[in-house]
């Protein structure tokens, strides 16, 4: 039987976000009552659930707080069945500049969201990872097993983060469930990540600005993840446990670059700048997943290849070219 979404109320936290709105996009398609936790500003931005279509928008319940702060998460999630937790600041050069918020916002903050869900007996908490928190690959494919390696303030902070949801599910028997995204690209992501900032230059400059071009990734489009938190959301016996989020393919910076130049019918000069460089120690050189254990359990395997997912990128950041700055350097 099909899980039905329209029976749950949801809390989305880091809901303004990148992978946060399209996953209140799905779940409120899917027929979902959906609160959407988002970080407060004076000006009530509620990020990129901005670009959800109206109809969606008008039913999601938008809370705006801050994740450090306990008695706001517990307000956020009192009345939910579901958490998909996706807040924390991400941005690795910004957690170089600013490690003590990174690190408050991303421990101290899942710590508040777990005391939550513990307390108020919420029956599954979906908690996001990320494939930082593995470094350099010692070994590829990566598995789950792979060792930890808190190579930026940021990896560090998520390290953190995932080992207090292991450590709920063995003291307090929280039904917590992690996902770990690989490099989730795709339509709104800002020009904090290397796929929107390599396109927004090559749609607008005539020079293109970028660091390392030998860096391998394994590059997830946003639809593909988003099917995968829905599958740690919804299946049955996997509290406790942590499923990768990667297509299984890696390549290199130059690779995506070569693509969007042959997709846009473009060619730019390359020039390297040193402020887009990792120390050299803090430099993750390669990320390729092994998501067998996803496929296996979870039913979710990737659908649709890096072509046709930066076609569909390069459509969007060629529609809404506004909301880039491409010849700023966005930490």
């Given at each position: ?63 705006a707080g ?9 307000r ?26 990174v ?8 710590l ?30 990566i ?10 303030p ?11 949801a292991?450590?709920?599910y ?58 995968g ?61 092994d998501n ?35 010849g700023?350097?966005?930490?």
């Amino acid at each position: 039987m099909a899980f039905d979404w329209s029976i749950h109320k949801i809390l989305v936290t880091g809901a303004g976000g990148f992978i946060g709105s399209h996953l209140v996009e799905a779940l409120a398609t899917r027929g979902a009552t959906v609160r959407a936790f988002v970080r407060y500003t004076s000006r009530a931005d509620i990020g990129l659930l901005a670009y959800l279509p109206e109809p969606i928008l008008d039913g999601v319940e938008i809370i705006a707080g801050d994740l450090r702060d306990q008695d706001a998460v517990r307000r956020a999630v009192e009345g939910v069945d579901l958490i998909f937790h996706l807040g924390a600041l991400i941005a690795i050069p910004y957690s170089y500049l600013h490690p003590t918020e990174v690190v408050e916002t991303n421990v101290m903050g899942t710590l508040n969201i777990l005391l939550a869900a513990r307390d108020l007996g919420i029956p599954r908490l979906v908690h996001t990872s990320t494939s930082e928190v593995y470094g350099s690959a010692l070994r590829v494919p990566i598995d789950e097993g792979h060792p930890l390696q808190g190579q930026s303030p940021y990896s560090a902070s998520k390290i953190g983060a995932d080992k207090l949801a292991e450590s709920f599910y063995s003291a307090y028997d929280l039904p917590v469930v992690t996902v770990r995204p690989f490099n989730t690209y795709g339509p709104r992501q800002s020009a904090r990540a290397v796929i929107p900032t390599i396109i927004s230059q090559v749609l607008t400059r005539d020079q293109l600005h970028i660091g390392r071009l030998d860096t391998r990734r394994d590059f997830t489009f946003m639809d593909d993840t988003v099917a995968g938190f829905l599958k740690a959301g919804e299946a049955i016996g996997v509290e406790g446990d942590l499923f990768n989020l990667g297509t299984g393919e890696d390549v290199t910076i130059q690779d995506i670059i070569d693509m969007v130049f042959k997709i846009t019918g473009t060619q730019l000069p390359i020039i390297q700048q040193e402020v887009r460089m990792r120390p050299d120690k803090s430099e993750v050189t390669r990320l390729l997943s092994d998501n067998s254990k996803a496929a296996q359990i979870l039913g979710w395997t990737p659908t649709i290849d890096l072509e046709t997912g930066l076609r569909q990128t390069v459509a969007w950041i060629a529609e809404h070219i506004d909301a880039y700055r491409p010849g700023k350097y966005q930490r």
